[in-house]
């Protein structure tokens, strides 16, 4: 059996933690200071050690030629990669596992109220849910998960999301006395939200209806002349890492507000941007999300297409054929900074691009600030009008 192997300091055992500014593993305790690369070769370098290991156990326990045999076989490495198919859909499926060292190193928590499915490292504590802020999260179990194959690691650390919360309150006017102070900034958690990634190509073939217009008059009347035109185009886009987000608990309006990602600094995935965050383990699943990835594909080749008619003075989408075949198709994990808190009964949640800070959140409104804002505003009006009105009817005897 493999070893398990833990995120901890190669120089002291301390723990690790990726630092999002640096791009650095970081010793809480010694201070020293690693790649994510010389960690994962080093983890790698444990894993074959312990395959070794075991392979020497089982080949020694051997009774008898055949058993040996079996256990030099068993210890042969076999590609996981299946044949493919052509659909890279089904492609996907079928080789993104997570390695049995990868599982070792992770654990999965559940969350009770919402249902939430979080995946951490082995040491990193999950106190509460980042969704519902439930503090009840159970452990569950690592299963039937695909491994990502690209991150945005972290390049804003929780200081940077704290301060983006403060700043975030101090706008707003009508944000009730105390909610700042009963709500736990210091509570916010780093999570890792998951997208599916489609690449290919649409084709599409579209009719348009058109119209231009004169208008011209005589000495008794304006006449308009309407001219009505159909208008074929036949065209093909490719796309490429075309976002659909994998998380039914995240809401949609928040990813959109946050949104976009810059996609120049994905790399390849590593358990060694983990450490220190949460994973939140996809619900819906590369088919589930493919219908969501086929419209925003097929409204952005119906405007670009669209965007090539020009002289007329309106246009608008007649009909529509449009064919999307997928090239390929890529899990990913996107940095956010979350905060889940209560106030007076109702939950609100913040979330913060942890690659841009880019931030959207809800806010509570106290109807008294709105009342007395409106006093303050329309009471010198009132005073103003009243003393127009009174110069303008009173001088005439009106009042």
């Known amino acids: ?67 040996a045999e079996a256990s030099v076989s068993a210890d042969v490495h076999v590609d996981p990669k299946r044949e ?15 390695s049995d060292a990868d599982v070792d190193n992770m654990r999965a928590y559940n969350c009770p109220s919402c249902g939430a499915q979080l995946m951490v490292d082995q040491v990193t504590a999950v106190t509460s849910c980042p969704y519902c802020g439930n503090n009840t999260v159970l452990p569950g179990q690592l299963s039937d998960v695909l491994k990502p194959d690209l991150v945005i690691p972290f390049k804003l650390d929780r200081n940077a999301a704290i301060a983006a919360l403060k700043e975030y309150y101090g706008g707003k006017r009508f944000l009730p006395d105390g909610f700042t102070e009963g709500n736990h900034l210091e509570e916010v958690q780093g999570v890792y939200v998951p997208f599916w990634l489609y690449s290919g190509t649409a084709t599409g073939d579209f009719t348009f209806e058109a119209t231009t217009s004169r208008t011209w008059s005589d000495s008794e009347n304006m006449y308009t002349e309407t001219d009505h035109y159909n208008l074929h185009r ?97 899990y990913a994990l996107m940095p956010v900074w979350m905060l ?49 009105l009174f110069v303008v009817f009173g001088t005439n005897g009106l009042f």
């Open 84 to 98: 493919l198919t052509g659909d890279p859909v089904q492609d996907y499926l079928a080789n993104a596992r997570w």
């Open 340 to 388: 889940h808190t209560k106030w007076n009964g109702n939950d609100y949640l913040f979330a913060m691009n942890g690659q841009t800070g880019k931030l959207i959140g809800d806010l509570p409104i106290d109807p008294g600030k709105v009342r007395k804002r409106f006093i303050v505003l329309f009471f010198p009006l009132a005073i103003i009008l009243a003393i127009v």
């Open 234 to 330: 036949v065209g093909s886009m490719d796309f490429y890492l075309v976002p659909v987000d994998g998380s039914t608990k995240m809401p949609d309006t928040h990813m959109d507000a946050i949104e976009p990602f810059d996609y120049s600094e994905l790399v390849p995935f590593s358990v060694a941007y983990l450490p220190g965050y949460l994973t939140d383990r996809y619900d819906l699943d590369v088919q589930q999300c493919d219908p969501r990835a086929r419209n925003r594909v097929e409204a952005t080749c119906a405007n670009a297409i669209q965007g090539t008619i020009s002289g007329y003075e309106s246009v608008s989408l007649g009909s529509s054929d449009t064919d999307v075949e997928w090239s390929e198709v890529s």
């Open 1 to 67: 059996m493999a070893e398990a192997t833990n995120y901890q300091c190669p120089n002291c055992q301390g723990r690790l933690s990726f630092d999002g500014e640096s791009g650095q593993l970081k010793c809480e305790f010694c201070e020293s200071v690693f790649s994510p690369q010389d960690i994962e070769e080093l983890y790698a370098q444990k894993q074959a050690q312990a395959d070794e290991k075991a392979a020497g156990d089982r080949a020694s326990q051997a009774e008898d030629v055949s058993a």
